[in-house]
């Protein structure tokens, strides 16, 4: 078959990775990147840790307004599609991406196939829900990550081709883990030890976009006053800049950190704090303590199990929430494992 995968934000090349790999000598599977996310710690230096080869198509869109950005993908993606003719479309997650890809296709009547299908917050302020949303009901083959998902997708009427093949991003991280942990060398650049630090990331717009929360995000985690470390997403970066905001002094700031050293990160942290998806399933998958600083997830069970907490951001009191929080001793399999190979065996049989 000739297949698009379509990416373009960070996560996506991270759940892109194992899949394109396996993929490879079976199909004619072409990257297609959109450009959504450009900086070079955001993107090429991704492809570059996991081993990715470059996008046979890039179509450079950058940063946009949220109809502007999908727009500009969708036009160009149709072109695209129009030239190449793939038979199976492939989109990921949750982004702007992902919708112009799936929106793209189904106009054109290529099947999508849609990788972390079902997932739900119910917050229809978050632009991803309505991505999510939109995504499954025009895709014709959606893999779950979670039983969770799977329910979802049955009760909103798409039980037909919808396959509970678990979450992608286990086998990222199980492929890199080992790799990444021979060269721990970020923990001595960052003069930091074994669990004496927390891990924080934050990006999501209700988090950052408005500054007053921002500041009191900071400030809450100030008063905690043990080490952070804090990659800081360029939206962020932007927020924090424009707004003259001050750091407190035991909250580190880096660039974002590429894959392997972000997982090391994680391997050593004592807790991690944030609010990104992917994050949250890495920790769980880590067996790391998780404070989730949003007031909903689409990643109930690691809240269920006692491995996520989540914390309104808005909240007083967060520091001393995330101080009392204790985890259990043991995990379930939320996330599976092999999830490659079943996703590749469902896509043969196509
Ligand atoms: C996007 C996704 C979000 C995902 C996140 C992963 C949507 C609606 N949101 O959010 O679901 O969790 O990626 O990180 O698709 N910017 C740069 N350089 C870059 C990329 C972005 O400077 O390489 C800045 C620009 O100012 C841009 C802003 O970040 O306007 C936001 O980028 P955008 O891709 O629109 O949304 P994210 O917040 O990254
Ligand atoms: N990540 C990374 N470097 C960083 C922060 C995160 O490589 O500095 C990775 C992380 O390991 C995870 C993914 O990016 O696999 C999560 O992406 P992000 O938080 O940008 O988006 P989300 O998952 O919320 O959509």
Request: glycine share 6%; proline share 5%.
């Amino acid at each position: 078959m000739k297949i698009f995968s379509i990416v373009g934000a960070r996560p996506q090349f991270i759940k892109l990775a194992p899949l394109s790999e396996a993929l490879s000598g079976q199909h004619q599977e072409y990257i297609v990147h959109t450009g959504q996310h450009y900086d070079y710690a955001m993107s090429e230096k991704i492809f570059e840790d996991l081993g990715i080869r470059k996008p046979d198509i890039h179509l450079e869109i950058g940063s946009g307004s949220q109809a502007a950005q999908t727009g500009k993908m969708m036009i160009a993606l149709e072109e695209a599609m129009i030239l190449q003719k793939p038979n199976l479309v492939i989109v990921f997650g949750d982004t702007n991406s992902t919708l112009a890809g799936a929106f793209a296709a189904a106009k054109l009547n290529i099947p999508i196939l849609h990788i972390e299908a079902g997932l739900r917050s119910y917050n229809k302020s978050m632009p991803e829900e309505i991505n999510r949303i939109a995504t499954d009901h025009v895709s014709k083959y959606l893999f779950a990550p979670t039983q969770t998902a799977m329910n979802i997708l049955k009760a909103e009427g798409l039980k037909e081709h919808s396959y509970l093949t678990g979450d992608i991003m286990v086998d990222t991280i199980k492929n890199s883990l080992e790799i990444a942990l021979k060269k721990p060398t970020i923990i001595s650049a960052l003069n930091i030890e074994d669990k004496k630090f927390n891990l924080l990331t934050l990006h999501r717009n209700y988090n950052v976009d408005n500054p007053a929360i921002l500041k009191h995000l900071l400030m809450e985690l100030g008063r905690l006053e043990e080490k952070i470390i804090f990659p800081v997403h360029p939206r962020t970066k932007k927020m924090l800049k424009d707004n003259a905001i001050a750091i407190p002094q035991n909250i580190e700031i880096t660039e974002p950190q590429g894959y392997l050293d972000f997982i090391v990160l994680e391997h050593y942290s004592n807790r991690i704090i944030t609010d990104s998806g992917g994050i949250q399933k890495e920790a769980y998958i880590l067996q790391k303590p998780c404070i989730t600083l949003r007031s909903e997830t689409e990643w109930v069970e690691t809240v269920q199990e006692g491995w996520n907490l989540l914390v309104n951001p808005t909240d007083n009191m967060i520091s001393s929430k995330i101080l009392s929080f204790v985890t259990p001793v043991i995990q379930q399999d939320i996330f599976g494992k092999d999830v490659t190979s079943k996703m590749v065996k469902v896509i043969n049989s196509i």
